[in-house]
């Protein structure tokens, strides 16, 4: 049974769990070989594939050979809610030009979001559609109880380690907020949103402002956060969650800042997963 449990973030709403798997095991497992740790077998580690979640209903085949082909032509006026302008400006924030004072400036908000390529070459219907998966992931009970419904039978006995990238870590949090059975030993959270309050005030359960945090039911925490990565743009979840989370920077550069496969090839990772394996 699989020993370490991977969890996507955005980005995966025409993938397959096997695509997933192969790519990020391939690159778990250079992480580990490059860090001079002992590599894991492609059996003991398995995917929470929740992406078709996001489909339409009666929605058939596959993406065009564009990626993003599929997607609405979305644009800036898209971004009407509350929650998702609030997003929108969290990520902005982290281009390092000024801060517009209002939220009336969502077309200059977003032109520098796409422009500064923080969240890499996607187009920019892909930035609204990237910020509306979390939006609809916070607020849609129904779709959060999907992708929820797709840990069953992943986590199992033997599951050491959980891996999250990105909205990944989360799902991750409310998953293992939800199951105290579950024997987890370490969460590795990668790229990780958690420290925006837009989130961190719609988990399960919800972080309260002056209240302690819920630990996520796991011995140790560890967090690893890029420098230049507009996602995690709170680079330390301690403050928020507990002393005893393991707060990590990285570099994966400007271009690849949010990349899952360099934060799963960085030393920090890599640790964090071998010594969970290991229960040190």
Same mark, same amino acid.
Request: hydrophobic residues 40%; contains cysteine.
């Given at each position: 049974?699989?020993?370490?449990?991977?969890?996507?973030?955005?980005?995966?709403?025409?993938?397959?769990?096997?695509?997933?798997?192969?790519?990020?095991?391939?690159?778990?497992?250079?992480?580990?070989?490059?860090?001079?740790?002992?590599?894991?077998?492609?059996?003991?580690?398995?995917?929470?594939?929740?992406?078709?979640?996001?489909?339409?209903?009666?929605?058939?085949?596959?993406?065009?050979?564009?990626?993003?082909?599929?997607?609405?032509?979305?644009?800036?006026?898209?971004?009407?809610?509350?929650?998702?302008?609030?997003?929108?400006?969290?990520?902005?924030?982290?281009?390092?030009?000024?801060?517009?004072?209002?939220? *009336?400036? !969502?077309? $200059?908000?977003? +032109?520098?979001? /796409?422009?500064?390529? =923080?969240?890499?070459?996607?187009?920019?219907? &892909?930035?609204?559609?990237?910020?509306?998966?979390?939006?609809?992931?916070?607020?849609?009970?129904?779709?959060?109880?999907?992708?929820?419904?797709?840990?069953? *039978?992943? !986590?199992? $006995?033997?599951? +050491?380690?959980? /891996?999250?990238?990105? =909205?990944?870590?989360?799902?991750?949090?409310? &998953?293992?907020?939800?199951?105290?059975?579950?024997?987890?030993?370490?969460?590795?959270?990668?790229?990780?949103?958690?420290?925006?309050?837009?989130?961190?005030?719609?988990?399960?359960?919800?972080?309260? +402002?002056?209240?302690?945090?819920?630990?996520?039911?796991?011995?140790?925490?560890?967090?690893?956060?890029?420098?230049?990565?507009?996602?995690?743009?709170?680079?330390?979840?301690?403050?928020?969650?507990?002393?005893?989370?393991?707060?990590?920077?990285?570099?994966?550069?400007?271009?690849?800042?949010?990349?899952?496969?360099?934060?799963?090839?960085?030393?920090?990772?890599?640790?964090?997963?071998?010594?969970?394996?290991?229960?040190?």
């Amino acid at each position: 049974m699989s020993k370490v449990v991977l969890c996507h973030g955005i980005g995966y709403t025409f993938a397959h769990r096997e695509n997933m798997h192969g790519d990020w095991f391939r690159e778990l497992r250079t992480g580990l070989v490059d860090t001079g740790l002992p590599p894991v077998e492609a059996a003991d580690v398995a995917a929470v594939y929740y992406g078709n979640c996001y489909r339409s209903v009666g929605k058939k085949g596959g993406p065009g050979s564009d990626e993003f082909s599929e997607l609405p032509g979305y644009g800036p006026a898209d971004l009407d809610d509350d929650l998702e302008l609030e997003l929108l400006e969290a990520l902005a924030e982290n281009t390092g030009e000024g801060r517009p004072g209002s939220k *009336g400036a !969502v077309q $200059g908000l977003f +032109r520098r979001l /796409v422009e500064s390529e =923080l969240l890499g070459d996607a187009p920019a219907k &892909a930035v609204v559609w990237m910020i509306k998966q979390v939006h609809r992931y916070l607020t849609d009970d129904a779709l959060r109880d999907a992708v929820l419904a797709r840990w069953d *039978g992943v !986590v199992t $006995g033997d599951t +050491r380690v959980v /891996v999250a990238h990105s =909205l990944g870590s989360v799902i991750a949090y409310d &998953a293992l907020c939800a199951h105290p059975e579950w024997e987890v030993d370490t969460l590795v959270t990668l790229g990780s949103p958690l420290g925006l309050g837009a989130i961190s005030s719609r988990l399960r359960p919800p972080l309260v +402002r002056g209240e302690a945090a819920r630990w996520p039911n796991v011995r140790r925490w560890v967090n690893v956060a890029a420098v230049e990565d507009p996602v995690a743009l709170v680079k330390e979840l301690a403050p928020l969650f507990g002393k005893e989370v393991e707060d990590h920077l990285v570099r994966n550069g400007r271009f690849g800042a949010h990349s899952v496969r360099r934060y799963l090839t960085t030393a920090e990772a890599a640790r964090g997963i071998a010594d969970g394996l290991a229960g040190r």
